[in-house]
């Protein structure tokens, strides 16, 4: 599934080739992602050019003079820049073409992605207003944690996964962070000290850096004609590594679910 890491990566793969540049059609192949596709989005974009693309949690956004289209990758979601003469195929549901003979298509296998469009301030949207902090910036602090955790009785794997408390810490950063911090997931969240936040909220950081770096490193193949996604994969420490050993101790790996989702962890390291 995209993380943030890799959103942002997309996000500044696509940039230089869309930023300012006209649009001339948008074709709509099928509209059934998360949600339909809005159809007006084929007379509202014709003729206009996008004069940003940022990005807010998971969502990306792309402002033109009448308003924002909003995406997300959902679970298999990509975004490619080709040629207008790459035909495309099965899964290739939606795509921007510009004036200068680009496209910018979207593959989606699964559909849980979306294409939205809106009119209004993005940080005023339903899917926005109520997000969290951006990990990477100064808003999201240990005391900012402390504080929001303080009457929350839940894991705190649970806690740093959801997106209303910080966006962008997916299942496999959870993981890695908690390994790395010391922390043990199902630790209860509010009876974390400010001390073992600080270290935390670092790592967080880190982590996710590191990603966004590494990502940065595919983006020449980003426009790639065969329209491979710019993914990538990080060296895990702890993720998905059950049954082998710790690499920090060498006892054994544990697993277990929380909230239907993987957890692996150390039970010496982390407590
Ligand atoms: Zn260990």
């Not at 590494?214 to 193949?221: E, N, V």
């Amino acid at each position: 599934m995209p993380e943030l890491p890799e959103v942002e990566t997309s996000r500044r793969g696509i940039e230089p080739h869309i930023i300012n540049k006209k649009i001339i059609n948008v074709i709509i192949r099928q509209k059934k992602l998360r949600w339909p596709i809005p159809v007006s989005l084929k007379k509202n974009l014709p003729g206009d050019q996008i004069t940003s693309v940022s990005r807010r949690g998971k969502y990306l956004l792309l402002k033109t003079s009448k308003g924002t289209l909003i995406i997300h990758l959902g679970m298999s979601g990509s975004l490619h820049i080709v040629s207008n003469k790459i035909s495309a195929e099965k899964h290739d549901h939606f795509e921007i073409e510009f004036s200068n003979g680009k496209l910018l298509r979207l593959r989606d296998p699964r559909r849980f992605g979306a294409v939205l469009w809106t009119r209004q301030d993005t940080s005023k949207h339903k899917l926005i207003e109520k997000l969290g902090p951006e990990p990477l910036t100064d808003e999201f602090t240990a005391d900012y944690l402390y504080q929001a955790s303080r009457k929350r009785k839940i894991a705190i794997k649970t806690f740093i996964m959801n997106s209303h408390i910080v966006v962008g810490v997916g299942n496999i950063y959870a993981n890695e962070a908690l390994f790395t911090a010391g922390i043990h997931p199902k630790r209860m969240s509010h009876r974390i000290s400010l001390a073992r936040y600080q270290q935390l909220v670092e790592v967080i950081k880190k982590i996710l850096h590191k990603a966004i770096e590494q990502g940065g490193t595919t983006l020449r193949d980003f426009s790639s004609a065969d329209g491979k996604p710019g993914y990538f994969q990080q060296k895990l420490n702890i993720y998905g590594k059950v049954d082998q050993p710790c690499p920090i101790c060498n006892q054994t790996v544990k697993h277990i679910r929380q909230q239907q989702r993987s957890t692996y962890y150390c039970s010496h390291c982390q407590n």
